[in-house]
């Protein structure tokens, strides 16, 4: 190693050199931190979480939608907006709109866009509005940044007295990265402002204090650049990444740095040649500052086996203590022989010239060393009552950790107050089957799926393809179309009460008109009989009149021939007439012949009259048959027509019964309606929650308002789709959380009774990733807990040549740790008020006091067992500890300084890890390695070491040699 160190010597120059200019270099070329920080999410989601794979998912709803991230304005005024306040939003709408590219925005939405959804845009009580704004980048990207640095420029011309807030995940993000860096900023100047003041009065000289300031600087610069340049690479980074390494390397830095000069110092008055004295300080201390350097590099390179990428980030500090170590034994060294004694002006090298012993820390060796067992049985009683403060409460409400005035926070505590805390921060649960759910039945099934959701106490709302605007189709509902149906029920009721009636009237009406068919049925009767009678009167008078006929005729032919005698006759006299003529002129004769020609005359007529009567007899007597006939005939048809009426009679009757039977089925057609209804019991009145039934026509997948809500949440091919789930309560609370494993639940098995089996339901939103990174992270602590436990005892067990040192080492920080994060509990949770500690508080507290407190272990147990001799324990504890105690207490102060400035950061993750690692800092630097550690130690005597070969030589052995050397 003097080879090494003479290369130093003789090149100290040029080693400061190369260490300007690599520091110059990363920080100019390579890229900085924070803008990668910027650029990745601020909870990094290991890749195969469940939040991850439903981000995936939900990314197949739209592959083409350009949103990537959201905004909200939230514009209020006590007592209720002005139309001059909604016509300022408008105006700003639609301004927007019109310069989208300009400001870097997709969509904006408000009550005046969808009139339908004005409940989800304006409050109940007219105070409070909303316009939600699409952004085409994530939240963390400089693009999405600069947008909302513009949006909210852009709502400063607000109408006067009009409160105006630009909240929503990109804006909250943005406040939180800005608070974050303030508070960056603020801990950078703060911690060089506590180191400087500590050294000066550690080292009470101006000079002293430029050797570690330099050292720790140039290689924060070098790492940071470097850490830069890996998380180009992959490397995981975040706000904790620069945070962690300016505290641990200007922490722990500077403590090898003291170390170091310390002993130089101590050297430089045994030997003033320089070079001598830095082979000495580094044969002694070098060793242990290598260790302790390693312990707290290998602590922070086992956090990338973390699968958080948060609490990846931290392994960027490996890398600032590798460029530490490196730089404590190069650029430190190269330094402390360019100043040399010059170093320590005012003071002159003899007086004072070592650190001196801790009168203090000798008492306490003196003691621990009489009575060990009391002083740690003493020790462990007093911190036990402190680690059953620790009760385990985490806190995931990034809102907290950022100034409550922050325009961001308060817009969102607006939208808390005025809707629900869920509207900013939905659950969203995405589904994703092997089949088209673009079905009435898939849509029936994912209405189950949300009804179910909405039934948990904790939803506000449920909204999904079924329910867009947050509440059922009421339509598509079976309770609705139930409704309707009791309504068409009670009309056809009353519809078979009137028929009843009717049929019973009808029924009595024709009863009443069967007494008249009887009678007409009697007369009938009678006539047909009246009618035989006449019948028989007329085929009688038709035989008379056939025998007037005959006698007519017989008549006719006799007056024919009399009629004839009598022109004969007459004949007669006129040829008597003749012979006689005297006879002519005899008046009797004339008489006569008168006489006989008025009988011919007569004659004839009367054989006219007789021939006429026979003929009008002769068509008398066929019309008079024929009446007898029909007569005949009537009667037949009265006697039909009494048959049919009688036969009517009975049928009537018949009818009469039907129409009562039929009166009477309708009855109880009517009652058993009646029993239907009341059975239902005024579902439609009720609600919908007591039926969960749906019913969608196939024709309803083409309107309109099914299209919309088919593209909005599910996917083209129907085989993905996701349902928003409104919390009433705020979604950063535990409470929240512990809705998430019931919500995804009540979906699935929703899912799966209505036929949609093997459906894969995820969770994503910040409820859903926090409940998740509950789980994570509990597992990621235990893993990494361990695999840093393990690296520190190996690199213990290695340094010290021990078993045992380990494990005491090791179970006194356990202790240490359980003990400082009950008392910060209660001073945040107890005492202050907090819901838990924030939620990396417990892993970075535990391990930056394993890492960094390990330091103070080493540092006594190396001097330890450097003056350790076999059977002279306790002589070389409490030489130990009188030398090393005032470099443990100044380490501390400064390591508890560099966290200390976390407290001024404004962001109440830093201040609780701040808070705690100074309360562990002065816990083990004081009580544990003032007490229990050496009482440990003087109780296992030689057992501390593993004893191999003959003795080894005692510390004043060995430096009689070093010098003589």
């Given at each position: 190693?003097?080879?090494?160190?003479?290369?130093?010597?003789?090149?100290?120059?040029?080693?400061?050199?190369?260490?300007?200019?690599?520091?110059?270099?990363?920080?100019?070329?390579?890229?900085?931190?924070?803008?990668?920080?910027?650029?990745?999410?601020?909870?990094?989601?290991?890749?195969?979480?469940?939040?991850?794979?439903?981000?995936?998912?939900?990314?197949?709803?739209?592959?083409?939608?350009?949103?990537?991230?959201?905004?909200?304005?939230?514009?209020?005024?006590?007592?209720?907006?002005?139309?001059?306040?909604?016509?300022?939003?408008?105006?700003?709408?639609?301004?927007?709109?019109?310069?989208?590219?300009?400001?870097?925005?997709?969509?904006?939405?408000?009550?005046?866009?969808?009139?339908?959804?004005?409940?989800?845009?304006?409050?109940?009580?007219?105070?409070?509005?909303?316009?939600?704004?699409?952004?085409?980048?994530?939240?963390?990207?400089?693009?999405?940044?600069?947008?909302?640095?513009?949006?909210?420029?852009?709502?400063?011309?607000?109408?006067?007295?009009?409160?105006?807030?630009?909240?929503?995940?990109?804006?909250?993000?943005?406040?939180?990265?800005?608070?974050?860096?303030?508070?960056?900023?603020?801990?950078?100047?703060?911690?060089?402002?506590?180191?400087?003041?500590?050294?000066?009065?550690?080292?009470?000289?101006?000079?002293?204090?430029?050797?570690?300031?330099?050292?720790?600087?140039?290689?924060?610069?070098?790492?940071?650049?470097?850490?830069?340049?890996?998380?180009?690479?992959?490397?995981?980074?975040?706000?904790?990444?620069?945070?962690?390494?300016?505290?641990?390397?200007?922490?722990?830095?500077?403590?090898?740095c003291i170390l170091m000069i310390h002993r130089f110092r101590e050297e430089l008055g045994r030997a003033p040649d320089r070079l001598e004295a830095l082979i000495r300080t580094m044969r002694t201390v070098g060793k242990t500052v290598v260790y302790s350097a390693s312990t707290v590099l290998i602590a922070f390179f086992l956090i990338g086996f973390a699968q958080f990428g948060l609490y990846q980030s931290a392994v960027?500090?490996?890398?600032?203590?590798?460029?530490?170590?490196?730089?404590?034994?190069?650029?430190?060294?190269?330094?402390?022989?360019?100043?040399?004694?010059?170093?320590?002006?005012?003071?002159?090298?003899?007086?004072?010239?070592?650190?001196?012993?801790?009168?203090?820390?000798?008492?306490?060796?003196?003691?621990?060393?009489?009575?060990?067992?009391?002083?740690?049985?003493?020790?462990?009683?007093?911190?036990?009552?402190?680690?059953?403060?620790?009760?385990?409460?985490?806190?995931?409400?990034?809102?907290?950790?950022?100034?409550?005035?922050?325009?961001?926070?308060?817009?969102?505590?607006?939208?808390?107050?005025?809707?629900?805390?869920?509207?900013?921060?939905?659950?969203?649960?995405?589904?994703?089957?092997?089949?088209?759910?673009?079905?009435?039945?898939?849509?029936?099934?994912?209405?189950?799926?949300?009804?179910?959701?909405?039934?948990?106490?904790?939803?506000?709302?449920?909204?999904?393809?079924?329910?867009?605007?947050?509440?059922?189709?009421?339509?598509?509902?079976?309770?609705?179309?139930?409704?309707?149906?009791?309504?068409?029920?009670?009309?056809?009721?009353?519809?078979?009460?009137?028929?009843?009636?009717?049929?019973?009237?009808?029924?009595?009406?024709?009863?009443?008109?069967?007494?008249?068919?009887?009678?007409?049925?009697?007369?009938?009767?009678?006539?047909?009989?009246?009618?035989?009678?006449?019948?028989?009167?007329?085929?009688?008078?038709?035989?008379?009149?056939?025998?007037?006929?005959?006698?007519?005729?017989?008549?006719?032919?006799?007056?024919?021939?009399?009629?004839?005698?009598?022109?004969?006759?007459?004949?007669?006299?006129?040829?008597?007439?003749?012979?006689?003529?005297?006879?002519?002129?005899?008046?009797?004769?004339?008489?006569?012949?008168?006489?006989?020609?008025?009988?011919?005359?007569?004659?004839?007529?009367?054989?006219?009259?007789?021939?006429?009567?026979?003929?009008?007899?002769?068509?008398?007597?066929?019309?008079?048959?024929?009446?007898?006939?029909?007569?005949?005939?009537?009667?037949?048809?009265?006697?039909?027509?009494?048959?049919?009426?009688?036969?009517?009679?009975?049928?009537?009757?018949?009818?009469?019964?039907?129409?009562?039977?039929?009166?009477?089925?309708?009855?109880?057609?009517?009652?058993?309606?009646?029993?239907?209804?009341?059975?239902?019991?005024?579902?439609?009145?009720?609600?919908?929650?007591?039926?969960?039934?749906?019913?969608?026509?196939?024709?309803?997948?083409?309107?309109?308002?099914?299209?919309?809500?088919?593209?909005?949440?599910?996917?083209?091919?129907?085989?993905?789709?996701?349902?928003?789930?409104?919390?009433?309560?705020?979604?950063?609370?535990?409470?929240?959380?512990?809705?998430?494993?019931?919500?995804?639940?009540?979906?699935?098995?929703?899912?799966?009774?209505?036929?949609?089996?093997?459906?894969?339901?995820?969770?994503?939103?910040?409820?859903?990733?926090?409940?998740?990174?509950?789980?994570?992270?509990?597992?990621?602590?235990?893993?990494?807990?361990?695999?840093?436990?393990?690296?520190?005892?190996?690199?213990?067990?290695?340094?010290?040549?021990?078993?045992?040192?380990?494990?005491?080492?090791?179970?006194?920080?356990?202790?240490?740790?359980?003990?400082?994060?009950?008392?910060?509990?209660?001073?945040?949770?107890?005492?202050?008020?907090?819901?838990?500690?924030?939620?990396?508080?417990?892993?970075?507290?535990?391990?930056?006091?394993?890492?960094?407190?390990?330091?103070?272990?080493?540092?006594?147990?190396?001097?330890?067992?450097?003056?350790?001799?076999?059977?002279?324990?306790?002589?070389?504890?409490?030489?130990?500890?009188?030398?090393?105690?005032?470099?443990?207490?100044?380490?501390?102060?400064?390591?508890?300084?560099?966290?200390?400035?976390?407290?001024?950061?404004?962001?109440?993750?830093?201040?609780?890890?701040?808070?705690?690692?100074?309360?562990?800092?002065?816990?083990?630097?004081?009580?544990?390695?003032?007490?229990?550690?050496?009482?440990?130690?003087?109780?296992?005597?030689?057992?501390?070491?593993?004893?191999?070969?003959?003795?080894?030589?005692?510390?004043?052995?060995?430096?009689?040699?070093?010098?003589?050397?």
């Amino acid at each position: 190693m003097e080879r090494w160190w003479n290369v130093i010597a003789r090149y100290r120059w040029m080693v400061v050199v190369v260490w300007v200019l690599a520091a110059g270099t990363a920080t100019l070329v390579f890229p900085s931190i924070q803008d990668t920080v910027r650029r990745q999410e601020n909870t990094m989601m290991p890749a195969d979480s469940e939040s991850a794979a439903a981000r995936a998912v939900l990314r197949q709803l739209n592959p083409d939608s350009e949103a990537a991230s959201s905004a909200a304005v939230v514009i209020s005024r006590d007592g209720g907006l002005l139309p001059g306040d909604k016509d300022w939003l408008r105006a700003k709408s639609d301004e927007w709109l019109r310069r989208k590219d300009e400001l870097g925005i997709v969509s904006v939405l408000t009550a005046f866009d969808r009139p339908e959804m004005e409940a989800k845009f304006i409050s109940g009580d007219g105070t409070t509005m909303l316009m939600t704004v699409d952004l085409p980048k994530p939240d963390y990207d400089p693009a999405t940044q600069d947008t909302v640095r513009a949006l909210q420029k852009e709502i400063g011309d607000a109408p006067q007295g009009l409160s105006v807030h630009l909240t929503g995940s990109a804006p909250i993000s943005l406040e939180y990265m800005q608070s974050s860096e303030e508070g960056l900023k603020k801990t950078e100047i703060l911690t060089v402002v506590l180191v400087l003041g500590i050294l000066l009065a550690v080292f009470r000289s101006p000079v002293a204090p430029f050797v570690p300031l330099v050292t720790i600087a140039l290689s924060f610069l070098l790492s940071a650049g470097i850490v830069g340049l890996a998380a180009t690479w992959g490397l995981p980074v975040s706000s904790f990444t620069q945070s962690f390494l300016i505290a641990v390397l200007f922490g722990a830095g500077t403590d090898y740095c003291i170390l170091m000069i310390h002993r130089f110092r101590e050297e430089l008055g045994r030997a003033p040649d320089r070079l001598e004295a830095l082979i000495r300080t580094m044969r002694t201390v070098g060793k242990t500052v290598v260790y302790s350097a390693s312990t707290v590099l290998i602590a922070f390179f086992l956090i990338g086996f973390a699968q958080f990428g948060l609490y990846q980030s931290a392994v960027g500090v490996a890398v600032g203590m590798a460029a530490t170590l490196l730089a404590a034994l190069t650029l430190a060294p190269a330094l402390m022989l360019i100043l040399g004694p010059r170093m320590f002006w005012p003071a002159r090298i003899g007086s004072g010239a070592s650190h001196g012993e801790s009168k203090l820390w000798g008492r306490m060796g003196s003691l621990v060393a009489k009575r060990p067992l009391a002083v740690l049985l003493a020790t462990v009683l007093a911190l036990s009552p402190l680690t059953l403060l620790f009760d385990g409460k985490r806190s995931f409400d990034d809102l907290a950790e950022i100034d409550p005035k922050l325009g961001s926070v308060v817009g969102f505590r607006k939208i808390e107050e005025k809707f629900s805390a869920g509207e900013v921060f939905p659950v969203t649960i995405a589904v994703q089957a092997d089949k088209s759910l673009r079905t009435p039945e898939g849509i029936a099934a994912i209405e189950e799926a949300s009804d179910a959701a909405s039934r948990i106490s904790a939803v506000k709302e449920v909204r999904s393809v079924s329910r867009p605007l947050g509440e059922r189709i009421r339509e598509l509902t079976v309770s609705d179309q139930l409704a309707k149906t009791n309504e068409g029920l009670a009309d056809i009721r009353d519809g078979i009460s009137k028929v009843s009636a009717g049929l019973e009237d009808a029924a009595a009406q024709t009863e009443n008109g069967i007494g008249g068919i009887r009678q007409l049925q009697q007369g009938l009767e009678r006539l047909a009989r009246e009618a035989d009678g006449a019948q028989n009167g007329l085929r009688q008078a038709a035989s008379g009149l056939r025998s007037l006929e005959a006698a007519a005729k017989q008549s006719a032919d006799g007056a024919g021939q009399l009629h004839g005698v009598a022109q004969s006759m007459a004949a007669d006299l006129d040829s008597l007439a003749t012979s006689f003529p005297e006879l002519a002129a005899d008046p009797g004769y004339q008489a006569l012949v008168a006489k006989q020609r008025g009988l011919a005359a007569g004659l004839e007529q009367s054989a006219q009259g007789l021939r006429q009567l026979q003929d009008g007899l002769s068509r008398i007597a066929p019309g008079v048959s024929a009446a007898a006939d029909g007569l005949g005939q009537m009667a037949d048809a009265q006697r039909q027509a009494s048959s049919g009426v009688a036969e009517m009679t009975g049928k009537l009757g018949g009818m009469a019964g039907g129409l009562r039977e039929a009166a009477g089925a309708l009855k109880q057609m009517d009652g058993g309606l009646g029993q239907v209804l009341e059975a239902q019991g005024g579902i439609a009145e009720q609600g919908s929650r007591q039926i969960e039934g749906w019913y969608l026509p196939a024709s309803a997948l083409e309107s309109e308002q099914m299209k919309a809500a088919l593209d909005f949440y599910m996917s083209p091919d129907g085989k993905t789709t996701k349902i928003e789930v409104v919390l009433a309560i705020n979604p950063y609370s535990a409470e929240a959380m512990s809705y998430v494993d019931e919500i995804r639940s009540a979906v699935r098995q929703s899912l799966s009774a209505a036929g949609i089996e093997g459906a894969v339901v995820k969770a994503s939103g910040v409820t859903a990733q926090y409940h998740e990174l509950q789980g994570i992270t509990e597992k990621d602590f235990v893993r990494t807990a361990l695999l840093v436990v393990a690296g520190i005892f190996v690199i213990l067990a290695l340094m010290l040549r021990s078993l045992s040192a380990p494990v005491y080492i090791l179970l006194s920080l356990g202790l240490n740790y359980f003990a400082t994060m009950g008392l910060l509990e209660y001073i945040f949770v107890q005492w202050l008020g907090y819901p838990g500690l924030s939620w990396t508080v417990s892993f970075f507290v535990f391990l930056i006091l394993v890492a960094l407190g390990v330091d103070y272990s080493i540092f006594l147990m190396a001097r330890f067992r450097e003056e350790y001799e076999p059977g002279g324990t306790a002589a070389a504890m409490r030489k130990a500890m009188a030398s090393t105690g005032g470099v443990i207490v100044s380490a501390m102060f400064i390591m508890a300084g560099t966290f200390a400035a976390f407290l001024y950061s404004g962001v109440d993750t830093l201040v609780q890890i701040g808070t705690g690692i100074v309360i562990g800092l002065f816990l083990y630097a004081l009580v544990f390695m003032g007490l229990a550690v050496p009482a440990i130690a003087n109780l296992l005597g030689d057992g501390n070491f593993l004893q191999v070969g003959s003795p080894r030589p005692g510390a004043a052995e060995r430096m009689r040699s070093s010098l003589e050397s």
